[in-house]
């Protein structure tokens, strides 16, 4: 949980600062940004603080926690819960997260994430998980923000894209401007459904798009799903587009043709291609060895295949088997 210490920083800073953030949330037209960040961290984290930072001189090691007695600003993550040993493995970030100044560099962009919304006791995960946000002016997080606005995300949805995608800021108008409009042209989405898709998942907008592009031929050519079809289960379930891609076929599979689960039942239950597979395996040769494997909502005895991704075992063989533990951990043995 965030310090009462961090709490009254953002609490007391000046009125004046507060107003000017938020009177600079303007809507913007062609904003001109710096360079777009990776997809992925650099290998390399070019320091560009304050040379009279007194923690220049000190050689960087793996251990950030050796230098917490001298730099209040680890001092300060500590509190908030930052991991600093998540950090200090990615290779440049301890150099890096070592020569911050709280006061010039951590605390304005504490004060924006706040201003926008941004609930503190989300900071520790926040920083730990993209510390670089301190390497973005206050001008373009304010323009990337803008967008969103522009685009009619209300404030909630925009607060709620942040919270879950550290990395969001990151990227550049024009790059997110790219992706939203990759995923509305290549699975014919509407506006609000833009929207929808961001807030539940914004991972996946920032995703490594070569990815989504193979996750996108793999779901229409391998598993023969159409444009409409492959809509509902990106706005279901938009995980199935970040997975590995034969992980997903196997998975499939192993629904359609073992399990004899048609597109339309698995796109009714798609928790199937994201659930573990030997809980689906184990649960549905289970069901085959008491002759109950009967996933058609038409016929008797019909089995809901999401009984086979909930609950715990308990509840599947007390509920759904009619059978005992003994029976089914009997059984599991046999496999």
């Given at each position: 949980m965030l310090s009462r210490k961090v709490f009254c920083l953002i609490r007391n800073l000046h009125i004046s600062s507060v107003k000017s953030l938020r009177g600079s949330l303007r809507p913007v037209s062609s904003p001109t940004e710096s360079e777009d960040v990776q997809e992925k961290l650099p290998t390399k984290v070019e320091n560009t603080l304050p040379s009279e930072n007194p923690l220049k001189s000190y050689v960087p090691t793996f251990n950030l926690a050796a230098y917490v007695n001298k730099s209040e600003c680890l001092q300060e993550f500590i509190k908030m819960g930052v991991n600093l040993h998540n950090i200090e493995r990615r290779k440049g970030l301890g150099e890096f997260v070592l020569n911050l100044n709280f006061n010039d560099t951590v605390k304005p962009r504490l004060l924006f994430l706040a201003d926008l919304g941004v609930s503190p006791e989300l900071f520790g995960r926040f920083i730990t998980k993209n510390p670089l946000i301190f390497k973005e002016s206050i001008a373009?997080?304010?323009?990337?923000?803008?967008?969103?606005?522009?685009?009619?995300?209300?404030?909630?949805?925009?607060?709620?894209?942040?919270?879950?995608?550290?990395?969001?800021?990151?990227?550049?108008?024009?790059?997110?401007?790219?992706?939203?409009?990759?995923?509305?042209?290549?699975?014919?989405?509407?506006?609000?459904?833009?929207?929808?898709?961001?807030?539940?998942?914004?991972?996946?907008?920032?995703?490594?798009?070569?990815?989504?592009?193979?996750?996108?031929?793999?779901?229409?050519?391998?598993?023969?799903?159409?444009?409409?079809?492959?809509?509902?289960?990106?706005?279901?379930?938009?995980?199935?587009?970040?997975?590995?891609?034969?992980?997903?076929?196997?998975?499939?599979?192993?629904?359609?043709?073992?399990?004899?689960?048609?597109?339309?039942?698995?796109?009714?239950?798609?928790?199937?291609?994201?659930?573990?597979?030997?809980?689906?395996?184990?649960?549905?040769?289970?069901?085959?060895?008491?002759?109950?494997?009967?996933?058609?909502?038409?016929?008797?005895?019909?089995?809901?295949?999401?009984?086979?991704?909930?609950?715990?075992?308990?509840d599947f063989v007390l509920n759904v088997a009619k059978s005992d533990l003994v029976t089914f951990d009997a059984f599991l043995r046999t496999l």
């Open positions: 373009d997080l304010t323009i990337r923000v803008n967008y969103l606005e522009s685009k009619k995300f209300t404030p909630q949805q925009i607060i709620t894209i942040v919270e879950r995608n550290p990395f969001w800021l990151m990227f550049s108008t024009k790059r997110i401007d790219n992706r939203l409009g990759f995923f509305q042209k290549n699975f014919e989405l509407n506006g609000d459904d833009v929207r929808f898709l961001t807030t539940k998942q914004p991972n996946l907008i920032t995703y490594k798009i070569e990815h989504v592009q193979k996750a996108l031929f793999t779901v229409k050519e391998e598993m023969g799903f159409n444009v409409e079809e492959m809509k509902c289960l990106l706005l279901a379930k938009p995980k199935l587009f970040m997975m590995d891609h034969s992980l997903l076929v196997e998975r499939f599979s192993y629904a359609h043709d073992e399990m004899k689960l048609s597109h339309e039942m698995i796109l009714n239950f798609p928790h199937i291609l994201t659930s573990r597979q030997f809980r689906v395996e184990q649960r549905h040769k289970f069901l085959k060895f008491l002759e109950k494997a009967q996933y058609d909502p038409k016929k008797d005895l019909y089995v809901s295949p999401k009984a086979l991704v909930e609950g715990t075992d308990l």
